[in-house]
């Protein structure tokens, strides 16, 4: 990867810590990563926006060092969406930028694009499908057995489990989601971003909240409505045919819920984490799918 400058800002009340590629004039680019990930996620296709053009910036989403981990404890999915608005003001971002996520940075994208729909051209998302989507298939035994660890994340325990050994979970995490793909690289910036037991209980405080609705701000009622609405803009789906985490099934039926114009792909051999896996075919997708 070529030279990419780290820095930090305030935006949403909490101070980011983030990464930067690319020429600071370029269309901004916003990417978000997810779980159990980093910045870092982003590394090959910043090189490839930063090659087209963007202005790519990927933070460190809220409770992952080095950004804060917020004081309010707000890790529902409607904080992220205030989030993903914040930054673009915060970054001077105007209609011509473009959203990409991936996991729980698809699930803010959908909904800062819904929310927001004036301040992104297009949007690009990755491994989790719209909200509707996932809706259709969720209860389906196979999906269930993979999506056992967020139903064990709500334990009390799952602090000390998965921090133990180095965040060995996690570890296994990776392997199970994209089988094959070495994530020593990988693991190393997510042992840096969650080693501290404060930054891990705020990762594991994501999955909590989706599941405790009585924990939500009403403050941000809006914006958690949105991650359930229809993405309006144009949207680019990518899904690995292999992904351990979300069944491709589910991505089969994503197009229902995006804006016209949309595209869905699903990658043979890729899993969860595609974009890692296979740089050079996504970062050809997403560049050309942004350009049009």
């Known amino acids: 990867m ?93 209609e011509d930028a473009v959203l990409i996520g991936h996991d729980w940075g698809a699930i803010a994208a959908y909904g800062a694009a819904a929310h927001q729909p004036e301040r992104w051209r297009r949007v690009v998302t990755a491994a989790v499908p719209p909200m509707g989507a996932v809706a259709t298939g969720f209860f389906d035994y196979d999906q269930l ?61 994501y999955y909590r909240a989706q599941f405790d609705p009585t924990s939500h701000d009403p403050a941000l009622a809006a914006e958690q409505s949105a991650t359930q609405a229809p993405t309006p803009q144009p949207t680019l789906y990518l899904h690995g045919e292999d992904d351990g985490c979300m069944g491709a099934d589910l991505a089969r039926r994503a197009a229902d819920f995006l804006g016209p114009g949309s595209e869905v792909a699903v990658l043979p051999g890729a899993g969860h984490f595609l974009h890692l896996e296979r740089p050079q075919e996504v970062g050809k997708l997403v560049v050309e799918f942004l350009q049009r």
Not at 9 to 32: M, S, V, W, Y
Not at 54 to 63: E, I, K, L
Not at 72 to 87: E, I, P
């Open 2 to 94: 070529g030279e990419t400058g780290t820095a930090e800002i305030e935006a949403n009340g909490l101070r980011f810590g983030l990464l930067e590629r690319g020429p600071a004039d370029g269309p901004l680019a916003l990417c978000l990563h997810g779980f159990p990930d980093t910045a870092w996620t982003w590394r090959h296709l910043m090189d490839d926006l930063a090659g087209a053009g963007y202005r790519a910036v990927a933070p460190f989403m809220r409770g992952y060092s080095p950004t804060e981990v917020p004081a309010d404890g707000r890790y529902q999915t409607g904080a992220l969406v205030a989030d993903a608005c914040a930054l673009h003001h915060a970054l001077g971002g105007g």
């Open 145 to 205: 057995r993979r999506s056992w660890y967020m139903f064990f994340f709500q334990n009390p325990l799952a602090d000390m489990a998965v921090g133990a050994d180095d965040l060995t979970f996690v570890e296994r995490l990776w392997s199970e989601w994209s089988p094959g793909y070495d994530a020593a690289e990988d693991m190393a910036h997510v042992r840096r971003a969650l080693g501290d037991p404060a930054n891990l209980a705020a990762a594991l405080g």
